[in-house]
């Protein structure tokens, strides 16, 4: 039995998917979303640390000082874990991060991320304002916390380079720190406030919100399995749970999950990922944190959430399929115990996402070079919460042939070849 026709079929319900979805439907289009769990935000769009980054200005670089690799090899910086068993699956595109995170390259990974990131708490209130969810988006900004007096000259090294780009924030020091968040402990001397972006107690309800927008606008929703992608007569089909469905064009938004379907389309864009962890936790006595965390030299955000104090650890390299570890997190846990008076795990398992990633760390955005009518929206790396409305924006306005906000070239699959 087949389905209406639409004239788009969005395949991935995160915060990438949705949005898309919801800029091509107000621009008349019929919008059907395709996602395995036939619901919205069901994987990484859930679990992250909630922090709209409309600061976001450099992208994450792999280190190149030697000293640093040194300490990230051996699994002695704490910001991030390797998983040795998985070095001959993911050591190529480590190699490849490597070779891509040239100062040039940060240069110009700043000038094309910032005019997507400096929109983006704006787009995410055209959404939730109308979603009735505009609580879910609070404007306490977040604080990078350091511990050392090293930690404190990086913070004023940082804040004196984003200080071309407008961003917003505040340097403090350990009284003011104690002013915005009493609870922190002593083991914190100083931080930078930014103090633009918004920060969410639940990420996953926020885009189960929008998503609940697209269906009240008319979209569909639907189980299915993107892999059965095929090209049909001038568009593409797909089998659903409640039938096939035919369109005239596709866009892949399926995060970390985008390569099971362009590389059977013959498309080779280096999509990795690098895995975190998150817990919730309660609060000792009446410890209360008011907005993100972050432990600068240990690379964790303690985030205060619907359901606790979620702990999220940086970045795990292993196979996106790869079992769950609990090494990196047990490393990070101690730490953040001495930050904050976390209390008890409030969670049976730790929580795995994997954040989908380009060497560059760009998002990729546009046209698929080879097939008509099939569209790319995927690899939002560290920042898919705060990217993703304004790449829905971005992608419809070149859908629809519209003067786009920002030049799209960066964003192009083509720059892999
Ligand atoms: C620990 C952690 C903390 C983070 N913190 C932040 C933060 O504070 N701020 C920020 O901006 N970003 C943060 N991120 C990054 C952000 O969460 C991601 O970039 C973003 O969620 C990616 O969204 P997405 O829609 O592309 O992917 P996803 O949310 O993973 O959505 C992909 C969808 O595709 C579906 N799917 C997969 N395979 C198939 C298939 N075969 N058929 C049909 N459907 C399929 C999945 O079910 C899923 O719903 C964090 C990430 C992690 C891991």
């Known amino acids: 039995m087949g389905l209406p026709k639409v004239d788009v079929i969005v395949l991935g319900a995160g915060i990438v998917g949705v949005s898309a979805a919801l800029h091509l439907q107000a621009r008349g289009r019929g919008v059907a979303i395709v996602d ?6 069901g994987e990484t769009s859930y679990g992250n640390a909630g922090i709209v980054q409309s600061e976001a200005v450099f992208p994450y670089m792999f280190p190149r000082d030697p000293r640093e690799m040194a300490r990230g090899a051996l699994n002695r910086d704490p910001r991030a874990q390797t998983r040795y068993s998985a070095l001959a699956n993911v ?90 968040e009493p609870h922190l402990s002593g083991a914190a001397i100083a931080g930078i406030h930014f103090t633009d972006p918004s920060t969410t107690p639940d990420p996953g309800a926020l885009v189960k919100s929008y998503a609940d927008l697209f269906l009240a606008r008319g979209g569909r929703l639907l189980e299915g399995d993107a892999r059965s992608l095929e090209q049909s007569g001038a568009g593409w089909a797909l089998t659903t749970a409640e039938g096939r469905i035919e369109a005239a064009d596709v866009v892949i938004a399926l995060g970390p999950w985008s390569s099971d379907v362009f590389k059977a389309l013959g498309y080779r864009i280096p999509l990795g990922v690098k895995r975190g962890y998150h817990m919730h936790f309660g609060a000792e006595g009446n410890a209360t944190l008011n907005r993100p965390v972050m432990d600068a030299e240990f690379g964790y955000v303690l985030a205060p959430q619907t359901r606790g104090i979620r702990l999220t650890t940086g970045a795990e390299f292993a196979g996106r399929d790869d079992e769950p570890s ?30 989908p990633c380009l060497p560059d760390m760009l998002p990729v955005i546009g046209a698929a070079p080879r097939h008509k009518g099939l569209w790319f929206d995927f690899g939002h790396q560290h ?35």
């Open 383 to 417: 920042l898919g919460l705060t990217l993703g409305p304004v790449s829905g924006l971005l992608l419809a306005q070149i859908m629809s042939g519209e003067t786009p906000l920002t030049d799209p070239k960066p964003y192009r699959a083509e720059r892999f070849g």
């Open 91 to 180: 050591g190529p595109w480590i190699w490849r991060y490597f070779l891509a995170s040239t100062p040039d390259a940060r240069q110009t990974g700043a000038r094309a991320l910032r005019p997507l990131a400096a929109r983006s708490v704006a787009e995410h209130e055209a959404f939730a304002e109308p979603a009735g969810t505009s609580p879910l988006l609070r404007k306490t900004g977040w604080i990078k916390a350091f511990r050392s007096e090293r930690g404190r000259q990086a913070a004023l090294a940082e804040v004196a380079e984003l200080k071309p780009y407008g961003v917003g924030n505040v340097v403090v020091d350990r009284a003011q720190l104690e002013a915005l």
């Open 326 to 355: 609990p090494a990196h997190f047990d490393r990070t846990e101690p730490r953040a115990r001495q930050l904050f008076p976390l209390a008890e795990r409030r969670d049976s398992e730790l929580w795995l996402g994997r954040r």
């Open 36 to 41: 395995r769990l036939g619901e919205a935000a």
